[in-house]
Nanobody, 126 residues
Framework: QVQLVESGGGLVQPGGSLRLSCAAS????????MGWFRQAPGKVREFVAA????????YYADSVKGRFTISRDSAKNTVYLQMNSLKVEDTAVYYC???????????????????WGQGTQVTVSS
C-alpha cells in the first residue's frame, strides 16, 4: 500500500521560511519522480516543483523559482520542499505526489493521478 505523508506545514509571517517533508512508503522510491503541488481556497490545484528519480533534475513553477527548493533523500524515502521568502499568496494546502512515467518532465504541469498525499496546510500571514 503506497503512502505519501506530508508534514512541516504551519503559520509563518511573510518573508519567513518553512520546510515541508513527504515520507513515502510502499513504493520503490528511486523509480518515481516526486512533485509538490498546492491548492489555495477557491482555486485549482497548481504545480509547484518536481524532482527526477535520482534527483539530478528539478523543475519549478515560475511563481516559486528562486524561492523554493525541492530535494530528495533516497536513504529516508523522503522528498523536501524548502520554502523561503514566503508570500501571502503562497498560502495553500501543499500536496506531494509520485509519478513513474519516464516522460513526466515533458508532461508538466500535468501529473499522474496514482499516488498523492493528504496535504499539509501552509498559511502565510502577518
Amino acid at each position: 500500500q503506497v503512502q505519501l505523508v506530508e508534514s512541516g506545514g504551519g503559520l509563518v509571517q511573510p518573508g519567513g521560511s518553512l520546510r515541508l517533508s513527504c515520507a513515502a512508503s510502499g513504493l520503490t522510491f528511486s523509480s518515481y519522480a516526486m512533485g509538490w503541488f498546492r491548492q489555495a481556497p477557491g482555486k485549482v490545484r497548481e504545480f509547484v516543483a518536481a524532482i527526477s528519480r535520482l534527483g539530478f533534475n528539478t523543475y519549478y513553477a515560475d511563481s516559486v523559482k528562486g524561492r523554493f527548493t525541492i530535494s530528495r533523500d533516497s536513504a529516508k524515502n523522503t522528498v523536501y520542499l524548502q520554502m523561503n521568502s514566503l508570500k501571502v499568496e503562497d498560502t495553500a494546502v501543499y500536496y506531494c505526489a509520485a509519478d513513474n512515467r519516464p516522460n513526466f518532465a515533458k508532461l508538466l504541469p500535468s501529473w499522474s493521478d496514482d499516488f498523492w498525499g493528504q496535504g499539509t496546510q501552509v498559511t502565510v500571514s502577518s
